[in-house]
């Protein structure tokens, strides 16, 4: 299973940034999907959480700010951010947990896309 994270990138403060996190590879379904970030010496923190139904959960920073979703067709989950603050500048990570042929569910990590806000 792979996770492939896109759409990081530069952009000034009160500007928007779309992330994709695409879940490829032999499996039967992936279930609950994340995005954490890391700011530079600071620990990675969850930011939003959607399972494979629709229920959203979001850290209380970017509550208002940002919106998760997913294509379940296409395995992928999405993060619109608006209203980017200096604060949201870190390296963003989709995480999933996936669910094997055998019933036997793992979590994985994409490589990580990098959102840098300017003020």
């Known amino acids: 299973v792979q996770l492939q994270a896109s759409g990081g990138g530069l952009v000034q403060a009160g500007g928007s940034l779309r992330l994709s996190c695409a879940a490829s590879g032999n499996f039967l379904s992936v279930e609950v999907m994340r995005w954490y970030r890391q700011a530079p010496g600071k620990e990675r923190e969850l930011v939003a959480d959607i399972t494979r139904g629709g229920s959203t959960n979001y850290a209380e920073s970017v509550r208002g700010r940002f919106t998760i979703s997913r294509d379940n067709a296409k395995n992928t989950v999405y993060l619109q951010m608006n209203s980017l603050k200096p604060e949201d500048t870190a390296v963003y990570y989709c995480?999933?947990?996936?669910?094997?042929?055998?019933?036997?569910?793992?979590?994985?990590w994409g490589q990580g896309t990098k959102v840098t806000v300017s003020s």
């Open positions: 995480n999933a947990a996936v669910l094997s042929y055998g019933y036997i569910r793992n979590d994985y």
